[in-house]
């Protein structure tokens, strides 16, 4: 008995030490030191809270960067690849339909190679980033669509980094006048 009542407490001390006392504190440590990361990274315009630079987010709309594919529609609950295997024909085929789509939607060449980030979706589906590469292909197409002249589309070309975050590069290029 005596044996019980030393290990009850023993796992009440361990319990209250590391599931709440430890994660207060580095929680609190996070919140000092790094909000913005401790929040979650949000991005706020006009005081609300239009999205996250840590989560990938879906653009239809020709006058923005296309993301990376996800197989789960960019929910973060749950999120996921897709778990096709690289010898599943439904995954040839959706990978070809992606490129082909990428090809149509940029005005590309058709034997033009796409980056395969533009084919496959990410392993947690929620992926902000894409290559140089992948964003170059596609600023022929958001400078035509948004009717920029040679000065406003070197001003877009310069916003592309060698990892690029579509999330904010699009907000960006929004600011482009």
Same mark, same amino acid.
């Given at each position: 008995?005596? %044996?019980?009542?030393?290990?009850?407490?023993?796992?009440l001390?361990? %319990?209250?030490?590391?599931?709440?006392?430890?994660?207060?504190?580095?929680?609190?440590?996070?919140?000092?030191?790094f +909000?913005?990361?401790? &929040?979650?990274?949000? *991005?706020?315009?006009?005081?609300?809270?239009?999205?996250?630079?840590?989560?990938? #987010?879906?653009?239809?709309?020709?006058?923005?960067? %296309?993301?990376? +594919?996800?197989?789960?529609?960019? &929910?973060?609950?749950?999120?996921?690849?897709? &778990?096709?295997?690289?010898?599943?024909?439904?995954l040839?085929? $959706? *990978?070809?339909? @992606? @490129? #082909? #789509?990428?090809?149509?939607?940029?005005?590309?060449?058709?034997d033009?190679?796409? +980056?395969?980030?533009?084919?496959?979706?990410?392993?947690?589906? $929620?992926? +902000?980033?894409?290559?140089?590469?992948?964003?170059?292909?596609?600023?022929?197409?958001?400078?035509? *669509?948004?009717?920029?002249?040679?000065?406003?589309?070197k001003?877009?070309?310069?916003l592309i980094?060698?990892?690029?975050?579509?999330?904010?590069?699009?907000?960006?290029?929004?600011?482009?006048?």
């Amino acid at each position: 008995m005596k %044996t019980l009542i030393i290990s009850l407490k023993m796992f009440l001390f361990f %319990t209250i030490l590391t599931g709440i006392l430890y994660t207060l504190l580095i929680t609190g440590i996070a919140q000092v030191v790094f +909000p913005v990361k401790a &929040n979650g990274s949000l *991005v706020s315009k006009n005081n609300v809270v239009i999205g996250s630079e840590l989560i990938g #987010q879906q653009f239809d709309s020709p006058r923005y960067f %296309t993301s990376r +594919p996800s197989a789960v529609s960019y &929910n973060t609950l749950p999120s996921g690849g897709s &778990n096709y295997g690289w010898t599943s024909a439904s995954l040839k085929n $959706l *990978v070809e339909q @992606r @490129r #082909q #789509q990428f090809i149509l939607s940029n005005q590309l060449d058709p034997d033009t190679d796409v +980056p395969s980030e533009m084919l496959f979706a990410s392993a947690s589906g $929620l992926d +902000p980033h894409i290559s140089k590469q992948s964003a170059l292909l596609q600023a022929d197409r958001i400078s035509r *669509v948004r009717n920029f002249n040679s000065i406003q589309k070197k001003e877009m070309l310069d916003l592309i980094d060698e990892r690029v975050n579509v999330f904010l590069l699009n907000l960006k290029i929004d600011s482009i006048k």
